[in-house]
């Protein structure tokens, strides 16, 4: 009777471990209004943000795109719904802290700074102001409460190399990851215009959800090659791509990424209606807690005199394991149509479970 115990509580543990709860923070739709580019009028938004997204004494810091920027529309919208999203923040249920804290920043690119040289102290003013709002008490029996008055609160206004749009900061109690998964829609807008124009503004949406992970899924992601419909030259584009894999946070909030640029030198000559057969692995191994891709594919400029690369289009995909774990026959091809104001593409991207 003894030894049949000893192996139900066990049993029992290693349901537990193989199920964990984790807390998972997504951004999961953006929407764009304004011009940020006064000339040409018709070129899109350089747009990108940061976020800090904190409980306890952990806080975990993203930049998004990986590099460079995204291209939007003056009236644009991107992330597609149940497809993709992008991880700010992912903890186990345990270790949470009493809040939740939340800090998304646009910023509009207009410098063009491939290499987000602003990232650094961006982030570092942006974990303060969470850290300072997060030391705050929050009102019984609300779920979460903005920071100030209005959507986002005060703002310090300050000289940066990019267009800001105001912070928007909330705070969050345990009942936002209790169970389930609650959504939250915001809207921001530029923090300093002229006067008497319409400041740009974007509306976001963001999810917390409290999901349960299972152990030992194993995956492998290969970008199998790129189409360009429309390549954003008049005759044929310089195409290269850069792509980014994120599968969680290190315990500094550093995102544990992979990063690489295909070809790692040069480009494609590729004309309207080409295609690129590739067979480049992103990521192999175990998926938890998240798997995020992150897919860019560029013409290629000549920035030194102010020809900005050109973005063709953009996926940026989140799975969970358990949506992983539903692969029919253990793997998938998805073909990802995306556009921006500058072309067209498809990316071709196969999924396929391991053993």
């Known amino acids: ?20 709860a984790w807390v998972v923070v997504t951004l999961d739709r953006v929407e764009f209004q304004g011009n940020l580019v006064e000339w040409p009028r018709f070129k899109g938004n350089p747009i990108g943000f940061i976020s800090v997204v904190g409980t306890g004494s952990i806080y975990q810091k993203l930049v998004w795109p990986g590099a460079g920027w995204y291209t939007i529309a003056d009236e644009g919208a991107e992330l597609l719904q149940e497809t ?6 992912a903890l186990p249920a345990a270790e949470m802290g009493p809040s939740l804290g939340i800090a998304i920043q646009f910023l509009g690119n207009y410098k063009y700074d491939w290499g987000h040289s602003f990232a650094p102290e961006a982030l570092a003013h942006l974990e303060e102001t969470l850290r300072e709002r997060l030391t705050l008490p929050l ?36 009942d936002s990851w209790a169970s389930g998964t609650h959504t939250y829609t915001a809207e921001v807008g530029e923090a300093v215009y002229v006067q008497g124009e319409t400041p740009a503004k974007v509306t976001f949406r963001y999810s917390i959800r409290r999901v349960s992970l299972p152990e030992g899924l194993r995956v492998r992601v290969r970008l199998e090659g790129i189409k360009t419909v429309e390549n954003g030259d008049f005759m044929n584009g310089e195409i290269f791509v ?43 191994g175990e998926v938890r807690p998240f798997l995020y891709v992150e897919v860019m594919v560029w013409d290629e400029d000549n920035p030194e005199i102010k020809d900005q690369h050109d973005l063709l289009g953009g996926l940026f ?17 998805i073909v990802f149509p995306k556009s921006t104001p500058d072309g067209e593409v498809l990316i071709y991207l196969r999924l396929e479970l391991l053993s």
């Open 139 to 174: 009102p019984p029996g609300l779920p979460g409460r903005k920071r100030g008055e209005g959507d986002s609160g005060p703002y310090e206004v300050r000289e940066a190399p990019f267009i800001d749009f105001t912070p928007h900061i909330r705070v969050f109690s345990p």
């Open 242 to 284: 850069v792509a980014r894999v994120i599968s969680g946070f290190t315990s500094t909030g550093r995102p544990i990424q992979r990063a690489l640029r295909i070809p790692t030198s040069d480009h494609y000559s590729m004309g309207d209606g080409d295609e690129k057969v590739l067979s480049t692995v992103l990521f192999e």
């Open 84 to 89: 993709e999203s992008v991880p700010l923040f």
């Open 317 to 333: 995909g989140l799975w969970l394991p358990w949506r992983l774990a539903n692969l029919p026959g253990g793997a998938k091809r």
């Open 1 to 20: 009777m003894r030894a049949m115990l000893v192996f139900l509580l066990l049993s029992l543990g290693l349901t537990a471990l193989a199920d964990e």
